[in-house]
């Protein structure tokens, strides 16, 4: 009797362990780990200008890893991190790739009077484009006014921020923040906190179509060139216009948005401005086609200007893949300088991805 | 003072208003929506996120819905992940603890459901396309389904508004006696359908051809949100002129190109069907969505030439 019931013990013990269900006496349990996700975009590119490795290859363009998690009863948790190739510093030519702490959030859900409080490292809310991970982008890369005058390591900020949605008779969300200034349009050397807000507006135009206008400031003790040395002030605004067809299942829609970047440093011989407008239209359920332009001024020298244009077709047979093709021409005005690329595009999702913000 | 005075009066009045509202109830879908107004009646306000006409699988998170989502006592959803990609985000935007998961105001209305139909196994992948892992979400098209769910919301109701909670489970029970005489003329007038076979779009009409008993040999879409590979419709071709006798049924937000030109490869009518209470003018109510429902099959079943 005794061995029976020893014996019927231990398979209780192991069919509990195989069902996963006994984490009391292993301590292991998988209930409450967090929705993982990972996204990895690959890019293949050819330059007429540069023919040389650095411009012409097909790589990893960047690989994200996104934990989500509600942490207990007061915080929700976001956490990314990006693989991408290594970036050049200080003129040296980067070799292997590397890793960044893109985000890491807590979120608290326990705030009074509809506030919203973020805590860690998060995107810096600088118009609409910055905020996007690269997936989310409508064309291979950032627009050229967003990696030149905010940094093209991203806008990525350890600190605090608060929103607040205000009661106007239309959406309207204010976030103001204080972070810690150690992304790439902040000096390094220069350890004051950087701060800034967003407020944003959206109106319901009909069913079917949008209309967004925000409002972008952000001021620091930094500059990463010689034309935003000083005082940081940055101003920017967007507009976007969204169009999706109700009374169709993934029938045609469209975007159109528009962003401009007015920095104003206190010693800068000019102040570099940037632009783009960007456009996209689904053509058929998994079809999109778009276009964009752009124009930089005054960046890294005074009268150093550029323009860029691309267009881009993309195949997206469903939410968790997708293949890009796109054309692009970035020129120099008054200048020599000009560059046509043709680039691939193809990423993929796997695992519990969280759905993305409108 | 003369400035101050009406500022206060008008400041009072829409207090007193905001007050007299009732139960401020959101819904994610307009068939929810509707049977939360039926129980709720003069006591609730209704916000619906999803109108009727609008694929409920793909809305567009808008923060003019969080804004809704921000006013809400409750939160009514369909569950089983029908909401999944636009709901998380609208209800963390809408910073509500009232309807936050796991709050008193968080009503997945599937929990109220005694059968749920297509639930994948441990297999399943998204080598099948969208599929939902806790099973079909559309069981807003079975009437019966839609009698557990008012009894449930009746209840939260009356937790939430004790005052009103005799009234609320009333309603309820008015809608489910009006229900059991409803499934009876539906079941009967759906007799010459039942005779013939159904091709459906899309698994949105799962719930509704099991209910009535209706014989589904496949779908256009076989892989959910997937667009179907021309191999796939040419064998749901060769197979519906095989069976004979078949209604191709879409819902009016499917691709119905694709779905007129696969019924007229098989010789087969094909029936454009509400899915959802107000995706037409005229279906304003859940009554008249079935009814609408089984009249246009039963009038496609006439089409093929049925019994």
Request: charged share 20%; hydrophobic share 45%; aromatic share 8%.
């Amino acid at each position: 009797m005794k061995r029976f019931l020893i014996t019927a013990a231990a398979l209780a013990l192991t069919a509990s362990i195989a069902a996963g269900a006994s984490s009391t006496a292993t301590g292991v349990s998988n209930a409450m780990n967090p929705a993982i996700s990972l996204n990895a975009l690959f890019l293949g590119q050819w330059n007429d200008d540069t023919p040389t490795a650095h411009e012409n290859f097909v790589k990893l363009q960047e690989a994200e890893i996104q934990l989500t998690s509600v942490v207990d009863p007061f915080w929700t948790a976001d956490v990314v991190l990006a693989f991408h190739p290594a970036h050049a510093h200080d003129g040296e030519e980067a070799h292997g790739m590397e890793t960044d702490l893109e985000l890491a959030t807590l979120t608290s859900t326990a705030m009074p009077a509809g506030l919203g409080l973020t805590l860690g490292r998060f995107y810096l809310p600088v118009g609409r484009h910055a905020v996007l991970h690269t997936h989310q982008y409508g064309f291979s890369r950032a627009p050229l006014a967003q990696q030149l005058i905010l940094g093209d390591h991203g806008l990525t900020e350890i600190g605090a921020k608060v929103d607040a949605t205000l009661p106007l008779p239309w959406w309207s969300e204010v976030a103001v923040y204080g972070v810690n200034g150690d992304a790439e349009i902040f000096d390094a050397e220069d350890r004051s906190p950087a701060y800034g807000a967003h407020w944003s507006n959206l109106w319901d135009l009909t069913d079917d179509a949008t209309f967004e206008l925000g409002g972008s400031y952000l001021a620091g003790p930094a500059a990463r060139h010689e034309d935003l040395a000083g005082e940081l002030n940055l101003l920017g605004v967007d507009a976007t216009w969204k169009w999706v067809a109700s009374g169709r299942s993934q029938g045609p829609a469209a975007e159109v948005s528009v962003e401009a970047y007015l920095p104003d440093a206190d010693n800068a011989a000019a102040d570099p401005t940037g632009w783009f407008a960007l456009g996209q239209y689904r053509v058929h359920r998994d079809w999109w086609l778009g276009a964009g332009y752009g124009r930089v001024n005054d960046v890294e020298v005074a009268g150093a200007d550029w323009t860029e244009w691309h267009a881009a077709a993309t195949y997206a047979p469903s939410h968790f893949s997708s293949l890009r093709a796109e054309v692009s021409r970035i020129e120099e005005i008054d200048g020599a300088a000009s560059d046509l690329r043709v680039a691939v595009q193809w990423n993929f999702t796997i695992g519990s991805h969280p759905a993305h913000l409108y | 003072m003369k400035r101050i005075t009406p500022m206060i009066l008008a400041a009072l009045l829409l207090g007193a208003a905001s007050a007299s509202a009732g139960l401020k109830v959101v819904a994610t879908t307009s068939d929810l929506g509707n049977l939360a107004a039926l129980v709720g009646g003069e006591d609730v306000e209704v916000s619906i996120l999803c109108p009727g006409d609008s694929d409920p699988h793909y809305l567009p998170a808008k923060p003019s819905l969080a804004r809704k989502l921000g006013k809400a006592d409750l939160l009514v959803y369909n569950g089983l992940e029908l909401e999944v990609a636009w709901l998380p985000p609208l209800i963390t935007k809408a910073r509500n603890p009232k309807v936050r998961p796991g709050a008193k105001g968080d009503l997945d209305c599937s929990t109220a459901l005694t059968e749920i139909l297509d639930v994948p196994g441990r297999g399943a992948d998204r080598g099948q396309g969208d599929i939902h892992p806790l099973g079909n979400p559309h069981y807003n098209l079975d009437p019966r389904a839609m009698v557990l769910v008012a009894q449930r919301m009746a209840a939260r109701m009356g937790e939430l508004d004790p005052d009103h909670a005799a009234d609320y489970a009333r309603r309820a029970d008015a809608f489910a006696q009006a229900m059991r005489g409803k499934l009876r003329e539906w079941e009967t007038a759906i007799a010459p359908v039942r005779a013939g076979h159904i091709l459906l779009y899309h698994q949105t009409w799962t719930y509704l051809v099991h209910w009535l008993g209706l014989d589904v040999y496949g779908e256009i879409e076989h892989r959910p949100g997937i667009a179907p590979s021309p191999k796939h419709v040419q064998q749901m071709v060769e197979r519906g002129r095989e069976l004979g006798d078949v209604i191709v049924v879409a819902a009016t937000w499917s691709h119905i190109d694709v779905a007129r030109r696969t019924a007229e490869r098989i010789g087969a009518p094909l029936a454009v069907l509400p899915a959802a209470t107000g995706a037409e003018d005229g279906i304003d109510g859940y009554i008249q969505l079935i009814d609408t429902i089984v009249a246009r099959l039963v009038a496609a079943a006439g089409e093929r030439g049925g019994p």
